[in-house]
């Protein structure tokens, strides 16, 4: 089936430091992928559409000068925490699907942030 | 109003339970359906999706009632493993191209 590979899986680093997370769909083409962020205990929250080629689509509330995406061919989007600080720390996860309207989701195995 | 709405739980069941999940999703216009599983601390997976004549995967059932705009996922036979967060998942196709909206899971904690 369908592969979606997120990398890192773990980040600790110091405040003020930039991350950059990638999402790579490993055997079909993505034209479209979403971003998501949880929080303990919390539900998943949408942050942003990835759109190849073109601008992401951000979610209310989500400040798209604080997280950059760019999606720049059809297998790899990538999400820049930039200047991140302690409340970004969080569990950061990507999907893809195949295109089709009944095709699901297929998850990244999430990157766990944690800024000191 | 929420686009996707679970019953957050939790559920407590014993082994050998049947256990049924319920999720409302409020736009008309969705399309597509699934079930998801998510362990602590992981991504979510892929159950099944669930089909308008509703369908089966060994002891899971779920079915679409589009009517009143639920679907429900049915556990016969829980086992331990079984214990999650069951993630209802709805898509349709805004403006903008596809749409995923997750409820915000329901807890299922099987008990030996």
């Known amino acids: 089936g369908a592969v979606v590979s997120q990398h890192p899986s773990r980040v600790i680093c110091k405040s003020g430091t930039s991350v950059k997370i990638e999402c790579r769909s490993l055997d079909f083409q993505a034209t479209t992928m979403f971003w998501y962020r949880q929080f303990p205990k919390q539900s998943l929250m949408l942050m942003a559409t990835?759109?190849?080629?073109?601008?992401?689509?951000?979610e209310q509330g989500v400040e798209k000068d604080k997280f950059l995406i760019n999606h720049a061919s059809l297998t790899l989007s990538t999400l820049t925490v930039t200047s991140a600080h302690p409340e970004d720390s969080s569990f950061y996860i990507c999907?893809?699907?195949?295109?089709?309207?009944?095709?699901?989701?297929?998850f990244g195995d999430g990157t766990r942030l944690s800024i000191l | 109003r929420k686009e996707v709405e679970q019953d957050p739980g939790p559920f407590n069941v014993p082994e050998g339970a049947t256990v049924a999940f319920n999720c409302t999703y409020s736009?008309?216009?969705?399309?597509?359906f699934f079930w998801y599983r998510q362990d602590c601390r992981k991504e979510p997976k892929l159950l099944m999706s669930v089909y308008s004549s509703g369908n089966e995967d060994g002891r899971f059932t779920a079915q679409l009632n589009r009517a009143s705009q639920y679907i429900s996922l049915l556990i016969r036979d829980s086992k331990l493993s079984d214990s999650a967060t069951y993630l209802c998942?709805?898509?349709?196709?805004?403006?903008?191209?596809?749409?995923?909206?997750f409820g915000t899971g329901t807890s299922l904690t099987v008990i030996p």
């Open positions: 999907s893809a699907g195949q295109g089709a309207r009944d095709q699901p989701q297929h």
């Open positions: 736009n008309s216009a969705s399309q597509s």
């Open positions: 990835s759109n190849e080629g073109s601008k992401a689509t951000y």
């Open positions: 998942v709805v898509n349709r196709i805004p403006g903008t191209g596809n749409q995923f909206y």
